[in-house]
Structure formats: structure tokens, C-alpha cells
């Protein structure tokens, strides 16, 4: 655990976790805000929480109003209970961070029927999806009863600017600090990681298009650096989205590039390169990763017609453009252009 200032008020503290289980660290941060208010960014893991509540009285904290949540994944809501109790502090997520838990909560419990059903049961063995489901409402139970909900895409609250940048969840939040011109962007981008653009089964929710336009949104910002929840920090923002746009877009290739010229789920699953490896191989959990992101992808090619999809179990998907197409309506979003 260390604690370091990074800007005049902000101040960040690096957890790790106790086991190496990955994510082996995570960022948390506090702020200095108006009159000598102090605010926190996510809460580390739960077991972390004692020590940074330790590690926090020794800097002197005694109270803290606001506790902003970038996202309800465990690595970041695991301390929230005890910062509540101990500080005082009000915990703050975006609305849409609950309705993505209770959809995927109920998804689960109906034993993920619709699009993905076919592919579990033929490739996930019954053990891996019980896996699954236990960790994911494991962190769909953690939310408080007392939390107070951020709704809309931007919210100025005195020196900080809440942004609303969806694709990692549908919920996410970042922080920017108009003051040092620092932004904590929490999971939506990473210095030398990339991060899950995860499905959740709500009506009209296209994560990779949410994502792609979520960084366009924090690099009109003009942030100095930005912090994020794990790893070091990125000072060339603009370069480090031109690498996460290439990277999907050879996702979307790859996805595309299965379809000759149809096929289902578990087809656009195998032919991406995991980062971890082959799908068959990879964990339980890695394999939900791997699904939920293919889903991702493949929404993101339905929605702009590069693919159609026809009725049926499992469902079969059609190829209707080449990857230059694919390509150019990656310029566009890049670009800022819209694209339907
Ligand atoms: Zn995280």
C-alpha cells in the first residue's frame, strides 16, 4: 500500500491485494475540494479496507463527504461500506450502474437465456457457469441501500466536472479536476492494459459504441495527466485511444472475418486473440470476459448493419460488409462523425 500527491489536490493511494488474485492493485483517490472538504474516488478492495482506513487516519483524514464510486466492480466498491461508516461519507454512483447490475442479476438467474444460452451450454461445462454467476451477484449484492444516484452525461460539482463515459459498464464515471486539469478516468482507459467492454442485457445499450465515444468525450477534456485505477498513469491520452481504437477494430475484423459468410456466437468467440489466450483454454471467468465482449462487438456490428442476424437457436449471424467498411466506420467514430 502507498500513498502519493500526483497534483496541488489530488492524491492517490495504490492498494494491493492481499492474495495477488488479479486485479493485483488498484487506485483510489482522494480529493481536496472547496473549504477543506475531502472527497474519494472508489474504494479499493474489501480487504483492503482496514488498512486504508488506517493508512488514511494516520494522513489525518477525519471525515470525508463524498465518496464518488467510478464503477460497481468489486476492486472498487470493496471499501465503500467502511468509508461510509467511518467517514461519514455519502457514496455516489450513476444510475445506469444500477439498472446494468440488476439487469445482469436477473440474466444470470434466469440462467442467461436469449443469445447467450446456446453458447454456455455447449462450451461453459455447468461448474464454470455456477463460477460465474456466484462472483458476478456476489457484486451485484454489494450495493448499499444509502447511495445517492448521478443521472445525466455531465454534472459540475464545484471543482469537478462527473462524467458519464459507459463501455466498461454502463454506469462508469469519471472524475475531472478543473483546477490541476487532472482527470481520473477509474477502468475506461488503461496505460499498458485494456479494459473489458462488457454486455449487459439493457434495452438499446451498444458498450463498444458507448466506449469508443466515452474516450472521445474525456480527450476533449484537455487533462494534463490522467490517473487511472490500476497501473501507471497516461500522458498521452490521444495516442493511448488511437491504440484502444485499433484494438477493437481488430476485434471487429476478427469477429467479422469468422462470419463466411454466417455463423453463431461461439464462432465470432474463437476467432478473436484473448489477450490470455485460446477461449477453450481460459478460465471461467476469463471465458464470461471473453463472451461478454464478443457480445459487445457483435451488438456494435448488428446496429451499424455490417452484420445481420437471422431467428433461431443458436443465433446465426451474417456477414454483410468487408473490412474496409469496418475500417471506415472506425475513422468515423474516431473522427467524431456520426454513424448509424
Ligand atoms: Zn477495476
Given at each position: 500500500?502507498?500513498?502519493?500527491?500526483?497534483?496541488?489536490?489530488?492524491?492517490?493511494?495504490?492498494?494491493?491485494?492481499?492474495?495477488?488474485?488479479?486485479?493485483?492493485?488498484?487506485?483510489?483517490?482522494?480529493?481536496?475540494?472547496?473549504?477543506?472538504?475531502?472527497?474519494?474516488?472508489?474504494?479499493?478492495?474489501?480487504?483492503?479496507?482496514?488498512?486504508l482506513?488506517?493508512?488514511?487516519?494516520?494522513?489525518?483524514?477525519?471525515?470525508?463527504?463524498?465518496?464518488?464510486?467510478?464503477h460497481?466492480h468489486?476492486?472498487?466498491?470493496?471499501?465503500?461500506e467502511?468509508?461510509?461508516?467511518?467517514?461519514?461519507?455519502?457514496?455516489?454512483?450513476?444510475?445506469?450502474e444500477?439498472?446494468?447490475?440488476?439487469?445482469?442479476?436477473?440474466?444470470?438467474?434466469?440462467?442467461?437465456?436469449?443469445?447467450?444460452?446456446?453458447?454456455?451450454?455447449?462450451?461453459?461445462?455447468?461448474?464454470?457457469?455456477?463460477?460465474?454467476?456466484?462472483?458476478?451477484?456476489?457484486?451485484v449484492?454489494?450495493?448499499?441501500?444509502?447511495?445517492?444516484?448521478?443521472?445525466?452525461?455531465?454534472?459540475?460539482?464545484?471543482?469537478?466536472?462527473?462524467?458519464?463515459?459507459?463501455?466498461?459498464?454502463?454506469?462508469?464515471?469519471?472524475?475531472?479536476?478543473?483546477?490541476d486539469?487532472?482527470?481520473?478516468?477509474?477502468?475506461l482507459?488503461?496505460?499498458?492494459?485494456?479494459?473489458?467492454?462488457?454486455?449487459?442485457?439493457?434495452?438499446?445499450?451498444?458498450?463498444l459504441l458507448?466506449?469508443?465515444?466515452?474516450?472521445?468525450?474525456?480527450?476533449?477534456?484537455?487533462?494534463?495527466?490522467?490517473?487511472t485505477?490500476?497501473?501507471?498513469?497516461?500522458?498521452?491520452?490521444?495516442?493511448?485511444?488511437?491504440?484502444?481504437?485499433?484494438?477493437?477494430?481488430?476485434?471487429?475484423?476478427?469477429?467479422?472475418g469468422?462470419l463466411q459468410?454466417?455463423?453463431?456466437?461461439?464462432?465470432?468467440?474463437?476467432?478473436?486473440?484473448?489477450s490470455?489466450?485460446?477461449?477453450?483454454?481460459l478460465?471461467?471467468?476469463?471465458?464470461?470476459?471473453?463472451i461478454?465482449?464478443?457480445?459487445?462487438?457483435?451488438?456494435?456490428?448488428?446496429?451499424?448493419?455490417?452484420?445481420v442476424?437471422?431467428?433461431?437457436s443458436?443465433?446465426?449471424?451474417?456477414r454483410?460488409?468487408?473490412?474496409?467498411?469496418?475500417?471506415?466506420?472506425?475513422?468515423?467514430?474516431?473522427?467524431?462523425?456520426?454513424?448509424?
Open positions: 500500500m502507498s500513498l502519493r500527491d500526483v497534483s496541488d489536490h489530488v492524491t492517490q493511494v495504490q492498494l494491493e491485494h492481499p492474495q495477488g488474485k488479479y486485479p493485483v492493485s488498484v487506485n483510489v483517490y482522494l480529493l481536496s475540494v472547496d473549504e477543506g472538504h475531502q472527497i474519494m474516488i472508489d474504494s479499493g478492495f474489501r480487504s483492503t479496507s482496514d488498512d482506513i488506517n493508512l488514511l487516519k494516520a494522513e489525518g483524514v477525519r471525515e470525508i463527504t463524498d465518496l464518488i464510486i467510478t460497481a468489486p476492486d472498487h466498491t470493496g471499501g465503500m467502511s468509508v461510509q461508516r467511518v467517514f461519514g461519507a455519502r457514496a455516489h454512483v450513476h444510475e445506469r444500477l439498472l446494468g447490475l440488476r439487469s445482469i442479476g436477473s440474466f444470470l438467474d434466469a440462467g442467461a437465456e436469449g443469445i447467450i444460452s446456446p453458447v454456455l451450454s455447449n462450451h461453459i461445462r455447468r461448474t464454470e457457469f455456477d463460477e460465474i454467476k456466484a462472483m458476478i451477484l456476489g457484486y449484492r454489494i450495493m448499499p441501500e444509502t447511495i445517492y444516484l448521478i443521472s445525466g452525461h455531465r454534472r459540475d460539482l464545484g471543482c469537478l466536472t462527473l462524467l458519464h463515459t459507459p463501455g466498461h459498464t454502463p454506469g462508469h464515471t469519471a472524475v475531472f479536476d478543473k483546477r486539469k487532472v482527470l481520473i478516468s477509474g477502468d482507459i488503461l496505460a499498458d492494459d485494456t479494459s473489458n467492454v462488457a454486455f449487459y442485457p439493457i434495452q438499446g445499450y451498444d458498450p458507448s466506449y469508443l465515444e466515452s474516450m472521445r468525450v474525456v480527450e476533449g477534456l484537455g487533462s494534463r495527466c490522467v490517473y485505477s490500476h497501473g501507471d498513469p497516461i500522458t498521452n491520452l490521444s495516442e493511448r485511444i488511437d491504440q484502444q481504437f485499433l484494438h477493437h477494430q481488430r476485434r471487429l475484423l476478427e469477429a467479422i469468422s459468410p454466417r455463423g453463431t456466437l461461439i464462432d465470432v468467440v474463437r476467432n478473436i486473440s484473448w490470455k489466450g485460446r477461449f477453450d483454454e478460465s471461467a471467468i476469463d471465458k464470461w470476459l471473453a461478454s465482449e464478443a457480445i459487445s462487438h457483435v451488438i456494435f456490428l448488428e446496429n451499424r448493419g455490417l452484420i442476424r437471422s431467428s433461431g443458436p443465433l446465426v449471424y451474417e454483410r460488409a468487408d473490412e474496409n467498411r469496418v475500417r471506415e466506420v472506425m475513422r468515423a467514430i474516431r473522427r467524431g462523425s456520426s454513424v448509424t
